[in-house]
Antibody
Framework: QVQLVESGGGVVQPGRSLRLSCAAS????????MHWVRQAPGKGLEWVAV????????YYADSVKGRFTISRDNSKNTLYLQINSLRAEDTAVYYC???????????????????WGQGTLVTVSS | QSALTQPRSVSGSPGQSVTISCTGT?????????VSWYQQHPGKAPKVMIY???KRPSGVPDRFSGSKSGNTASLTISGLQAEDEADYYC????????????FGGGTKLTVL
């Protein structure tokens, strides 16, 4: 069955870096566009970043552009989010998410996410 | 990239219908037919209920429906059930020169 398992969260000081991982199983990661979405404690969802199935295209929310980098290693079935220059407002649960259709059927713009990870909590605090 | 506007809360009794609105601009909701709605129960990951304005994934009850008029999208839940009590988030594609999406602030649905 399809599973997405995030890891790498924790308590980090402001200004430091962190790399989140999302291990995919039960499907071929290389066939799917993947997103990162975050949710601050008690707050709403915020779209963070997206990568095409092969990693050739990557897009970011303005709030993270220049500090976050989304990447993927399809040979390891793993999605990553490198977070640099952490700020207090980056404190959130970070979810990786898969769109429902493989890339050859997927229409960019649609956000039909059928699988989410359980989330990993990043806490930025001194 | 401003968040879409949703009411903070709505409520309804079992069996009734409720509608949750999601207001954006011509650069997001009004500009594309890529509005989706997510249901989130406490401590759980979100679940898509509607995508592309009015498409329902398999397994989602037909009590859930979506629509759009101008810059405002709506999610209607008919025949309310206790398990529908959750937070609901709308999301719209908002890209023009670059791909990005924007969520609404979320609406707490209470089933009385």
């Amino acid at each position: 069955q399809v599973q997405l398992v995030e890891s790498g969260g924790g308590v980090v000081q402001p200004g430091r870096s962190l790399r989140l991982s999302c291990a995919a199983s039960g499907f071929t990661l290389s066939s799917y566009v993947m997103h990162w979405v975050r949710q601050a404690p008690g707050k709403g969802l915020e779209w963070v970043a997206v990568t095409s199935h092969d990693g050739s295209n990557k897009y970011y929310a303005d709030s993270v552009k220049g500090r976050f980098t989304i990447s993927r290693d399809n040979s390891k079935n793993t999605l990553y989010l490198q977070i640099n220059s952490l700020r207090a407002e980056d404190t959130a649960v970070y979810y990786c998410a898969r769109v429902s259709l493989p890339h050859y059927d997927y229409v960019w713009g649609s956000l039909d996410i059928d699988y989410w990870g359980q989330g990993t909590l990043v806490t930025v605090s001194s | 990239q401003s968040a879409l506007t949703q009411p903070r809360s709505v409520s309804g009794s079992p069996g009734q219908s409720v509608t949750i609105s999601c207001t954006g601009t011509s650069s997001d909701v009004g500009g594309y037919n890529y509005v989706s709605w997510y249901q989130q129960h406490p401590g759980k990951a979100p679940k898509v209920m509607i995508y592309d304005v009015n498409k329902r994934p398999s397994g989602v009850p037909d009590r859930f429906s979506g629509s759009k008029s101008g810059n405002t999208a709506s999610l209607t839940i008919s025949g309310l059930q206790a398990e529908d009590e959750a937070d609901y988030y709308c999301c719209s594609y908002a890209g023009s020169y670059t791909f990005h999406w924007v969520f609404g602030g979320g609406t707490k649905l209470t089933v009385l």
